[in-house]
């Protein structure tokens, strides 16, 4: 199994609401990522998990939350978003520390109204 | 990380080689250069990496100078779905990849 699944593939929310994004990965990867991608630029680095601790946090606004239960899976808690949140969200996996391959999913697209 | 300048864009015939240039000019001996790509929508693909020598896989060629300031991907018979954004990369481990702006690809009939 080399995919990484993320849900849901599309979300709509409130400013005020409370959502998810998941994503779940079975390679034994101990790395995991989450990307924010807007429409015409490259995907931007959010946040690393390596070994399920939080090891990269790119000065993301506290109103994004990571977390990371075990080795196979990765949550983005979102709260109090802003429209200009709206995008593509990706998350990846990889072995950690060695040279190789990036796994993305296919990316969850959040619409904040 | 070592910076990698990429052209904006590049159209390829349906068929032909598809060449996408990449300068690393300031990469350090422990740096691996890759490359993803990525198609409209979808999160992005690992095509192929390398150090020093070239490299080939069943996606395509990546040819390394041998001062290793520049490399080229090679897609040697493009067609209509190797239209994407190509991203070249610089690391020393597949670690934390940071995006630049990329080559999009537009392979024309």
């Known amino acids: 199994d080399t995919e990484v699944t993320q849900t849901p593939k599309h979300l709509v929310m409130g400013m005020t609401n409370k959502k998810s994004l998941k994503c779940e990965q079975h390679?034994?990867?101990?790395?995991m990522y989450w990307y924010k991608q807007k429409a015409k630029k490259p995907p931007e680095l959010m946040f690393v998990y390596s070994y399920e601790k939080l090891s990269i946090n790119e000065s993301v606004p506290s109103r994004f939350s990571p977390e990371c239960p075990n080795s196979s899976l990765l949550n983005l808690h979102l709260h109090a978003l802003q429209p200009e949140d709206s995008a593509l969200y990706l998350c990846?996996?990889?072995?950690?520390?060695?040279?190789?391959?990036?796994?993305f999913g296919e990316g969850s697209r959040l619409t904040v109204l | 990380d070592a910076k990698t300048t990429q052209p904006p864009s590049m159209d390829c015939a349906e068929g032909r080689a598809a060449n996408l240039p990449c300068n690393h000019s300031t990469i350090s001996g422990n740096e691996y250069v890759y490359w993803y790509r990525q198609i409209h929508s979808q999160g992005p693909q690992y095509i192929i990496h390398?150090?020093?020598n070239n490299e080939t896989n069943e996606m395509a060629s990546l040819i390394i100078t041998e001062d290793r300031k520049s490399s080229t991907l090679i897609l040697p018979h493009a067609t209509l779905r190797d239209t994407a954004v190509y991203y070249c990369i610089v690391r020393v481990a597949v670690g934390d990849m940071r995006f630049g702006a990329g080559t999009r690809l537009t392979v024309k009939p």
């Open positions: 390398g150090l020093k």
């Open positions: 990846a996996s990889s072995a950690r520390g060695t040279p190789g391959e990036l796994f």
């Open positions: 390679m034994g990867h101990r790395a």
